[in-house]
């Protein structure tokens, strides 16, 4: 019989934790930590099994599963997406999430992936965005003012040198919250617009991140000028879109995970065949990104469980480094493993784990 425990302690993260691990970090190390974390690991993508997300639509919204996995670690986000629910004091977007040891399933992280999605999606946009951007983008047009787009707007601004931002939301309240969250960095000019027209005039770079479950038309052709980078992060689910189709005829296309990006993305409105670049491609130096001033490229981001792998490891790391969470009994450590009902047989004992973190 083995006596030791047969179970690993699990670390649980609450979105507080996180909080406090980006206050500590400073966000933008953390963001910059981040975006070098995805970018290893999108330097990995062979040594990956990868599969398009498991979504589970209704009438109001959906709720996904996106699990990823290679030969040491696996994870898995639950993600939902409902553009009604603020209306009722939700959040459009909540999500929690677990990385697991490969060698015995044992999961050793349990992670709020809230705050954590909005700070890999930003991340990942800038992951993107450099290689595909102009080098010399300082003005951004950022339509959709709402949770996500603080955590874009910073990341441009910290992580490539964007130095003014143009606002429209259809909600003028969401733009007065965003520019009054924003008000202290200095170094950073924020245009409140009253057209998404008028904000994305003269801009380098064009980040949609809108919320409404319809094929909506944020960005028409007429809008795009040469050498934009359009980032949209929005159109992430079938029937909910952002572009209008000639706009990605007018780019060239990049994309996290094809198979998942053709159900998903603003790519959903085009034949089967239309050309798009996996990104990892790029960043490995297998294909080129942006190859010339005047070309239109855009970044047809849906999120992809490859970010939330990285952004778990990411937290477990730095948690680890900062001393932060707590070791939550999750999994029965059991004296004998094959004795599972003498639990049931000792309700009282204190299990292993929780006698581990006291
Ligand atoms: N690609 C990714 O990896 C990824 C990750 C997270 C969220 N998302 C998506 O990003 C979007 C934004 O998420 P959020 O958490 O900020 O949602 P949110 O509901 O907090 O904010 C969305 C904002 O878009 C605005 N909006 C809706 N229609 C508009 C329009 N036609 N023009 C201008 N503004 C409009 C709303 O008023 C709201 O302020 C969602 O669609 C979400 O699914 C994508």
Same mark, same amino acid.
């Given at each position: ?31 910059? +930590?981040?975006?070098?974390? %995805? ?39 639950? !993600? ?10 939700? =959040? ?15 999961? !050793? ?10 700070? @890999? ?20 047009? *950022? %339509? ?74 944020? *960005?028409?052709?007429?809008? %795009? ?23 990605? @005829? ?8 094809? =198979?998942?990006? @053709?159900?998903?993305?603003? *790519? ?13 491609? !790029? ?6 990104? +942006? ?20 952004? *778990?490891?990411?937290? +477990? ?42």
């Amino acid at each position: 019989m083995n006596t030791s425990p047969t179970a690993l302690p699990t670390l649980f993260l609450s979105a507080q934790d996180v909080a406090t691990l980006v206050h500590r970090l400073g966000l933008p190390a953390a963001l910059d +930590r981040l975006a070098d974390t %995805i970018r290893a690991d999108y330097l990995r993508w062979p040594a990956f099994d990868k599969s398009a997300r498991v979504a589970s639509h209704s009438v109001d919204g959906v709720i996904e599963l996106m699990p990823i996995a290679d030969d040491t670690t696996y994870a898995f986000k639950y !993600v939902n997406g409902h553009p009604r629910n603020t209306r009722s004091g939700l =959040p459009t977007v909540m999500a929690f999430g677990v990385l697991a040891d490969v060698d015995t399933g044992v999961p !050793v992280l349990l992670s709020e992936l809230t705050l954590t999605t909005a700070l @890999r999606t930003a991340a990942m946009s800038v992951v993107a965005a450099r290689p595909l951007a102009r080098p010399d983008s300082r003005r951004m047009a *950022l %339509i959709g003012n709402g949770a996500q787009s603080e955590f874009q707007a910073l990341s441009f601004h910290h992580l490539m040198g964007i130095d003014e931002i143009r606002l429209y939301d259809t909600d003028a309240a969401a733009t007065r919250k965003l520019m009054a969250n924003l008000a202290g960095h200095t170094g950073l000019r924020l245009v409140p617009c009253d057209s998404i027209a008028q904000a994305v005039r003269g801009a380098d770079i064009v980040t949609t991140v809108t919320a409404d479950k319809t094929n909506a038309t944020i *960005l028409t052709p007429d809008l %795009i000028e040469p050498g934009m980078h359009i980032n949209g992060v929005g159109g992430d689910c079938p029937g909910k879109t952002e572009l209008h189709p000639d706009v990605l @005829r007018r780019a060239s296309v990049f994309v996290e995970y094809e =198979p998942q990006t @053709r159900i998903e993305g603003d *790519l959903q409105h085009l034949p089967a065949d239309f050309p798009v670049t996996e990104l990892w491609h !790029v960043l490995a130096g297998n294909a080129p990104g +942006r190859t010339g001033a005047a070309q239109v490229t855009l970044f047809d981001s849906v999120g992809f469980a490859l970010e939330d792998y990285s952004a *778990l490891r990411f937290l +477990r790391e730095a948690a680890g480094e900062l001393g932060l969470g707590q070791v939550l009994p999750l999994i029965p450590a059991l004296q004998d493993p094959k004795d599972l009902f003498g639990l049931l047989r000792r309700p009282e004992a204190r299990p292993v784990a929780l006698a581990l973190a006291a």
